[in-house]
């Protein structure tokens, strides 16, 4: 039941409380990666108790959205890998070049680090091209990790994509040993 005395009061007389904010540097960024890194664990480890549907849904629908949060994290430290030269006036994705969800599922199973994760390449991508790996059934696959580019070239995207320091991607030829020899690991 409602309570028209405390609502009333809210209205008139709350004051909520100050919002936390943290530093936007370098340390305070890792600490709080490692922070998120500490509770992933927490909630991969419950996907290993015996639980029921509904909780092992929720448990990871709330661990993904921890590793999405550590990678905007991690773009606001590294910023973007690679970027599109493609209808730069319009709207844009971060695209992960290996789809979150088999990142995800790599790391749950023990493949990958956590780090390794966090390291993956990511493309600032024009809406169009990543509607033609949509289209092409290519938007959450990846068959092919050590040449994760091969994707946009199946896809029909223009082998337009660069590195911030203008180096042209070749989508045949560049491996994940590539994008790791550009952009180290993140160490935690």
């Given amino acids: 039941m409602i309570n028209e005395q405390k609502i009333k009061w809210l209205g008139d007389e709350f004051t909520s409380l100050p919002k936390f904010r943290r530093k936007n540097n370098f340390e305070s960024?890792?600490?709080?990666?490692r922070f998120i890194k500490d509770e992933v664990n927490r909630l991969k480890s419950?996907?290993?108790e015996k639980r029921s549907p509904d909780e092992r849904y929720e448990i990871?629908?709330?661990l993904n959205r921890s590793i999405?949060?550590?990678q905007d994290i991690c773009k606001d430290i590294y910023s973007v890998h690679y970027f599109?030269?493609?209808?730069?006036d319009r709207r844009r994705v971060n695209e992960h070049v290996i789809p979150q969800n088999l990142l995800t599922d790599a790391y749950l199973e023990g493949h990958i680090t956590f780090e390794l994760m966090l390291g993956m390449p990511l493309v600032d991508l024009s809406e169009a091209s990543d509607q033609l790996l949509a289209s092409k059934g290519l938007a959450k696959i990846n068959n092919n990790w050590w040449h994760p580019f091969r994707r946009?070239?199946?896809?029909?995207?223009?082998?337009?994509v660069y590195t911030?320091?203008?180096?042209?991607?070749n989508f045949e030829t560049f491996t994940l040993?590539?994008?790791f020899d550009i952009y180290q690991e993140i160490e935690l």
Avoid at 29 to 33: D, G
Avoid at 84 to 88: I, P, Q
Avoid at 164 to 169: D, L, T, V
């Fill in 60 to 62: 990871y629908k709330v």
């Fill in 177 to 179: 040993q590539d994008h």
């Fill in 46 to 48: 419950m996907l290993t």
């Fill in 68 to 70: 999405r949060r550590s």
């Fill in 152 to 160: 946009y070239k199946l896809a029909g995207i223009e082998e337009n």
């Fill in 29 to 33: 960024n890792k600490a709080s990666l």
């Fill in 164 to 169: 911030p320091a203008g180096k042209k991607i």
């Fill in 84 to 88: 599109e030269d493609f209808e730069k």
